[in-house]
């Protein structure tokens, strides 16, 4: 990675400044989900098996990934794809694919977040690949976490934007009752995700990779302890997975207009 794509500021447990590089306050948040990508890949190594994530800032770290394994600097790369999305943009960049089947261990994955608290808890699946996501970063070794800093919140739903919940179809709206009334303390609005038609035409439930439906929760306050929230809401029998990563991340890579923080959850 050139320099112009490598000013970063390395944290422990208090942020510590290591470079003093001019600031990116000229960058568009495309060019810095770009730069925290690029940073992201430097953990590859050559042999790893890789669960490639999905998004807008993860599909930056697929096509670098593709770029040095062309250039040679990378070989023997697996790739595990955590969407249907993912997996197209690998195949289309030559990238070796595989599955949890075959690799059960996950070496190192790279994803971005919707939401990051200061605990390293995420949100995740505003894009509805939740469920893959979940499963493939969860077997994994190492989760490095790419954002640019607009998805650094206080809490989790503190942006006011969605916490999903992926659920079964049949009954989904009792389910998406049953989610709001959980949280109402929290001011929730639970709301099933619907998509436009391609010629404009009705609303229809939005579907993932697995034939779901997801339920967007939209907080207006804290919910509290995350693992008990966790659990309640995984007792529904109609909820297949929800958007909550907790514990996962083991790397925060966050770039900002003062450059790229890096934050290890074990120091």
Do not use: W
Request: glycine share 10%.
């Amino acid at each position: 990675m050139g320099s112009a794509f490598d000013p970063f500021v390395t944290v422990t447990e208090e942020p510590a400044v290591v470079n003093s590089p001019p600031p990116l306050s000229n960058l568009t948040q495309e060019e810095l989900k770009k730069i925290a990508a690029y940073k992201a890949v430097e953990f590859v190594e050559s042999g790893m098996v890789i669960g490639l994530g999905t998004g807008s800032t993860a599909k930056h770290a697929v096509a670098r990934i593709s770029e040095l394994l062309r250039e040679g600097k990378l070989k023997d790369i697996v790739g595990i794809p955590t969407s249907t999305t993912t997996h197209e943009q690998a195949v289309s960049l030559g990238i070796p694919l595989s599955d949890l089947d075959s690799h059960p261990v996950v070496d190192l994955s790279i994803d971005g977040a919707d939401e990051v608290d200061p605990a390293l808890n995420l949100v995740k699946g505003r894009g509805g690949s939740l469920l893959r996501e979940k499963m493939i970063e969860g077997a994994s070794k190492k989760f490095v976490v790419i954002v640019d800093e607009s998805k650094l919140v206080k809490y989790i739903g503190g942006s006011g934007l969605a916490v999903p919940v992926e659920v079964v179809p049949f009954c989904c709206d009792f389910t998406r009752g049953k989610l709001e009334e959980l949280f109402r303390e929290a001011g929730c609005v639970a709301k099933l995700r619907m998509k436009i038609g391609s010629n404009g035409g009705d609303a229809t439930p939005a579907v993932t990779d697995n034939g779901n439906y997801v339920v967007d929760l939209y907080l207006e306050r804290d919910i509290g302890d995350l693992e008990v929230a966790s659990e309640k809401i995984l007792r529904f029998p109609g909820v297949v997975e929800h958007g909550m990563f907790l514990g996962m991340a083991t790397t925060l890579i966050v770039a900002g207009k003062f450059g790229v923080t890096v934050k290890d959850r074990f120091g």
